[in-house]
């Protein structure tokens, strides 16, 4: 009998999904009612999460919402948006879900955008979707531009945190996400408040998860924001910098030795050692008023530009070591042999 060829990866990619939509809420009443009413047929489960809601969200979605496909889940304590995400991800998974798209219920994000976000992991191209508000300057228009230039600032520290130097716009919380790869993330460690996004990047970096923007224009309305740049910045740079040093010590030191680790070590010790040295004689000149020697003051910058030059290189082998092929095929795969 001839050995059967079939893909098993194809065959996933072939099969409809399941798809649902998780909402975390927080005083959303004014708004959530049309966002889960503009929810097409696409979607199987509406999974609503009433995180500890003073205005009784999940109880008034209840009450004024008849939709077989809608399922409120409500929090005793309020556990961030995160919290509220992470507690939807878990249902989704005793649901059988194959994939779960996080909208906001604020209104900010068209629900009919759904398979637009979803579309990278159904065709097998993607392990996790979001949506990017700045991948052209006209879709950005309809954005304050304290978040803009916020936003931007955010990106930059993402991408050295995450790995993920092609993805824009790291907090757009518009996202999709294979139930196989779910599966794999740590959820309780995942920062349950605002940061949960780019946290969320960097997790899936450690898993070398295959992550895409798609194209979305921003809405901005009459809708109050709950998010405080000032009050996020501070645990915003410090959940980057940790991040940052775990992803390098995990990828480099751990799992990828090579020559990326040599030029970041040692560009960083030669970087660190010139800006040392040159203050050093800097001060020491100062304080007795000779003028340092010619030697002294090339040999500082000498230091610093191969440092520089060296962890140049190693950006650039950072930035060539991004994920293509995406995981959740090979997930599904392994679960199938697992329970036969």
């Not at 009433?50 to 008849?66: H, R």
């Not at 390098?248 to 010790?269: M, P, Q, S």
Request: hydrophobic share 45%; net charge negative; with cysteine.
């Amino acid at each position: 009998m001839a050995k059967s060829t079939t893909d098993p990866a194809a065959s996933d990619r072939t099969s409809t999904p399941v798809i649902a939509a998780v909402i975390p809420c927080y005083r959303e009443k004014a708004h959530v009612l049309d966002v889960i009413r503009a929810i097409g047929p696409e979607v199987s489960k509406i999974i609503a999460v009433d995180d500890a809601c003073p205005d009784g969200t999940g109880a008034f979605i209840s009450e004024m919402i008849d939709d077989d496909r809608v399922v409120v889940i409500r929090h005793d304590i309020n556990k961030g948006v995160g919290g509220a995400t992470m507690t939807g991800y878990k249902a989704a998974l005793e649901m059988g879900i194959d994939i779960v798209v996080k909208v906001d219920g604020d209104g900010q994000m068209e629900p009919a955008l759904i398979p637009d976000i979803a579309r990278p992991v159904i065709d097998g191209e993607a392990d996790y979707a979001k949506g990017n508000r700045l991948h052209r300057r006209e879709a950005a228009q309809g954005m304050p531009l304290i978040r803009l230039v916020g936003n931007m600032a955010l990106t930059l520290c993402s991408k050295l945190s995450s790995g993920y130097w092609s993805i824009m716009d790291p907090t757009n919380g518009y996202t999709a996400i294979h139930t196989a790869v779910i599966r794999e993330l740590p959820l309780d460690d995942i920062a349950p408040g605002y940061y949960f996004e780019s946290d969320m990047l960097f997790h899936l970096g450690l898993l070398d998860a295959v992550v895409q923007d798609v194209p979305m224009r921003a809405r901005y309305g009459a809708e109050d924001s709950h998010l405080s740049i000032r009050r996020i910045f501070w645990r915003f740079l410090r959940g980057h910098l940790s991040n940052g040093w775990r992803r390098l010590i995990d990828t480099y030191l751990v799992r990828d030795a090579g020559i990326a680790t040599v030029e970041f070590i040692l560009g960083t010790l030669l970087l660190i050692g010139g800006i040392i040295f040159g203050a050093i004689n800097w001060a020491i000149s100062l304080m007795t008023g000779e003028t340092a020697t010619a030697g002294t003051v090339v040999l500082s910058a000498l230091l610093i530009l191969i440092g520089v030059q060296l962890l140049i290189a190693f950006i650039g082998h950072d930035t060539r070591r991004e994920p293509t092929h995406p995981i959740h095929p090979s997930l599904l795969h392994q679960d199938r042999l697992k329970s036969q």
